[in-house]
């Protein structure tokens, strides 16, 4: 789920022919955690780092003449990247829950829908069967950067915004005293078809009567390697790519 590119880009780009076009990270921000990968043959590292600023760079031809166009990106990202020599890319699944609590601290798992740019989405209301969504904005390939293409295939860089508008309606309920929206991402490191590491991440907003919404905060849950995808993410990648032996080797039991 990513945020749009700067206005002055897409309005230029918006009248011409955009030949080229690519992310350049112009602050790396601050490293959160540095692994090694070692999966089969392929070795390298997964570093994951926040705060992390970048900018469109590309080339659009107006009236037939090729110009150069820059445009900053108005949110910093989230960057999880393999650095190595062997060719692999990102699976990133995502989960969202809107808790509402009373004074009491009673709360409940509330339900929710809405679309972003993987497509429709729905909150998981029952912890014991989530609810996965792939994060690809493409319909034929569930890899990150399928939908992100500008960007070297073993970056993801995602900066979710607007993740309080589920949480909105709750607000107005006159029982609720805070409302907290999570976006739960999992992204797995894809190499030949195996699976690899595991990068487990989180943003929450949180609403509270006495001080309104504060700022969302983005977490680091794990990175840690694995073989495997939860089965309740294997079956959302199934319902909509199939055959998922496409895009990943399973595990045989």
Not at 42 to 56: L, N
Not at 118 to 130: E, F, L, N, V, Y
Not at 179 to 187: I, P, R, S
Request: proline share 6%; aromatic share 8%.
């Amino acid at each position: 789920m990513r945020i749009l590119l700067c206005a002055s880009f897409v309005a230029s780009a918006a009248f011409a022919t955009v030949v080229s076009a690519r992310t350049v990270i112009t602050d790396p921000g601050t490293e959160l955690a540095r692994d090694s990968v070692r999966c089969g043959s392929t070795t390298g590292e997964v570093v994951v780092s926040t705060a992390v600023r970048c900018e469109k760079r590309g080339v659009v031809v107006v009236n037939g003449r090729e110009e150069e166009r820059v445009a900053p990106y108005r949110d910093s990202f989230f960057h999880i990247a393999y650095v190595g020599p062997h060719a692999c890319t990102w699976i990133q699944f995502t989960r969202v829950t809107v808790r509402t609590e009373n004074a009491n601290g009673d709360f409940r798992l509330r339900p929710a829908r809405g679309k972003s740019t993987h497509g429709d989405w729905t909150a998981t209301t029952d912890m014991r069967r989530p609810v996965w969504h792939v994060d690809s904005g493409s319909d034929s390939s569930p890899l990150y950067s399928a939908s992100f293409a500008h960007t070297n295939p073993g970056d993801l860089l995602d900066a979710p915004t607007a993740w309080q508008v589920p949480g909105e309606p709750f607000t107005r309920e006159v029982d609720v005293a805070k409302v907290v929206v999570t976006l739960l991402l999992e992204a797995y490191l894809v190499c030949d078809k195996r699976v690899c590491h595991k990068v487990l991440w989180s943003i929450t907003h949180e609403w509270n009567r006495d001080s309104g919404w504060s700022r969302p905060r983005r977490k680091l849950e794990a990175s840690r390697p694995t073989d495997d995808i939860d089965a309740a993410q294997r079956a959302a990648l199934e319902r909509r790519y199939s055959p998922s032996g496409n895009w990943i080797e399973w595990r045989q039991p």
